[in-house]
Structures are given as structure tokens and as C-alpha cells.
């Protein structure tokens, strides 16, 4: 269940469960925390096939595109770390939100993806005004990440 001021949500998407919602005093951070709802009894080895047990449980942090301006949002994970009862083989439970080979969402992959196919128009607008085109593409990216 979420919890924001005197607001209550509950939510399960693609095995997390929504626990809670942060922010820092100064409003320009939030983080939404989401727990790993998976039993042993649903999850098998990749290996082998076999039955597993919790290993040991840990935290994926993932940034996300901003909800307002200004703001960094950041989506916080709570895995389970698997071992087979039959091949000791160990895993981690997949995240269906990170953009692979990344420590971010796929919203915030394909907005970044969108700014880099504006090249063509950052280049033009560098021809246009070139002594604020730095500043306009630190800017973007400064917003993407922060």
C-alpha cells in the first residue's frame, strides 16, 4: 500500500507490490519503494528446472523520468536472490522495468533515446544561436538525470 500525506494506493504490477512513496524536505526527490511479492512455490530454476529457496534478499535502485520538472525520481526494489534445491545454481528474480544492461526504466531509456534522435535539430540550432547550444544540451541532460 502507498502512502502519501492522507492519500492511500494500493497496487501489484508484474510481481512488485507498491509499499511506499518518499521524498525528501526539499521536494526534489522522490523515491517509490516496491517489494518482490514472489513465493518459491512460483518461481523454478533457469538451470535445471528444480524447486528454489530465498537465498538472501537485496535492494535495485532504478532512475526514472521525472514526475514534474526539477525533480529526480527514483524507483526502489526490493529482490529476492534464489538458490536451487537441486543444482545450487544462484539467481536474481528479473525486474520487468530496467532497461537492460542499465540502471534505469525503459520510460526513462526511451526518453533519452528521443533527445539523441533530435541531433539533427541540436545541430541546427547550434548553427542558429551557437553560444547557448552548451548550455541547452547540458540542460537537457542535466533534466533526463537530475
Request: net charge positive; with cysteine.
Amino acid at each position: 500500500m502507498l502512502y502519501l500525506d492522507d492519500i492511500k494506493v494500493e497496487f501489484e504490477s508484474q510481481g512488485f507490490k507498491g509499499t511506499h512513496i518518499g521524498s525528501n524536505p526539499d521536494k526534489d526527490k522522490s523515491v517509490l519503494f516496491l517489494e518482490s511479492v514472489r513465493s518459491t512455490q512460483t518461481v523454478w530454476c533457469p538451470y535445471c528446472g528444480g524447486s528454489v529457496y530465498i537465498y538472501e534478499n537485496g535492494q535495485v535502485k532504478l532512475k526514472d523520468i521525472p514526475i514534474q520538472r526539477g525533480t529526480t525520481h527514483i524507483w526502489n526494489f526490493f529482490i529476492h536472490r534464489y538458490q536451487c534445491n537441486c543444482c545450487h545454481e544462484t539467481f536474481t528474480e528479473e525486474i520487468p522495468f530496467k532497461y537492460p544492461g542499465t540502471r534505469i526504466t525503459y520510460r526513462a531509456a526511451n526518453r533519452i533515446k528521443g533527445f539523441l534522435q533530435q541531433k539533427i535539430v541540436m545541430n541546427q540550432y547550434k548553427r542558429i544561436n551557437p553560444k547557448t547550444h552548451d548550455k541547452m544540451c547540458l540542460g537537457i541532460y542535466f533534466f533526463i538525470w537530475f
